[in-house]
Antibody, heavy 118, light 110 residues
Framework: EVQLVQSGAEVKKPGESLRISCKGS????????ISWVRQMPGKGLEWMGR????????NYSPSFQGHVTISADKSISTAYLQWSSLKASDTAMYYC???????????WGQGTTVTVSS | QSVLTQPPSVSGAPGQRVTISCTGS?????????VHWYQQLPGTAPKLLIY???NRPSGVPDRFSGSKSGTSASLAITGLQAEDEADYYC??????????FGGGTKLTVL
């Protein structure tokens, strides 16, 4: 079964750093891009960026460029989303999704809730 | 404000047909980029509903259909069922290959 399993919920303070993960299984991890999507409480989906796990080439939305870092470790089939200094406005659910070329994001992780509060 | 514009809400009675529009521009949908649609049931992760403008993944009922014309796309749902009550999102790309989502449409089954 093709699946993406994300790391668990996080509660952090403003200014702290964080890295959440997304582990792929059941398919060739390096053959498909992984995207990250934010959903703030009660709001819609926002595309943050994507990574090609085969060479770690990344493509960010202008809205998120410089605010987060997307990376991957193909040896363990895992993609990451990282913040160096969290803000309260980063409180959201974050999803990773496997991108099938021309076929959209066909497999989604279960989501990771990030809460940033003092 | 999303680059792809969707109506905030639509509604219909069981058995009826509803459509959800997704309006973009010549920089995204109109530039030839495919449109995909996702369904998000309450409290769950989004699910791919339509890919490549009009194609259904395996397991998606044929009550769901998609189309694209010019700078817009549409999702149609026929034979509405209570279980279709969800949020629906269109998605495409722009010329920098940055992904774009519509603002989402909440479907209420009356």
């Amino acid at each position: 079964e093709v699946q993406l399993v994300q790391s668990g919920a996080e509660v952090k303070k403003p200014g702290e750093s964080l890295r959440i993960s997304c582990k792929g299984s059941g398919y060739s991890f390096t053959s498909y891009w992984i995207s990250w999507v934010r959903q703030m409480p009660g709001k819609g989906l926002e595309w943050m960026g994507r990574i090609d796990p085969s060479d770690s080439y990344t493509n960010y939305s202008p809205s998120f460029q410089g605010h987060v870092t997307i990376s991957a470790d193909k040896s363990i089939s895992t993609a990451y989303l990282q913040w160096s200094s969290l803000k309260a406005s980063d409180t959201a659910m974050y999803y990773c999704a496997k991108i099938q070329p021309t076929r959209g994001m066909d497999v989604w992780g279960q989501g990771t809730t990030v809460t940033v509060s003092s | 404000q999303s680059v792809l514009t969707q109506p905030p809400s639509v509604s219909g009675a069981p058995g009826q047909r509803v459509t959800i529009s997704c309006t973009g521009s010549s920089s995204n949908i109109g530039a030839g980029y495919d449109v995909h649609w996702y369904q998000q049931l309450p409290g769950t992760a989004p699910k791919l509903l339509i890919y490549g403008n009009s194609n259904r993944p395996s397991g998606v009922p044929d009550r769901f259909s998609g189309s694209k014309s010019g700078t817009s796309a549409s999702l149609a749902i026929t034979g509405l069922q209570a279980e279709d009550e969800a949020d629906y999102y269109c998605q495409s790309y722009d010329s920098s290959l940055s992904g774009l989502f519509g603002g989402g449409t909440k479907l209420t089954v009356l």
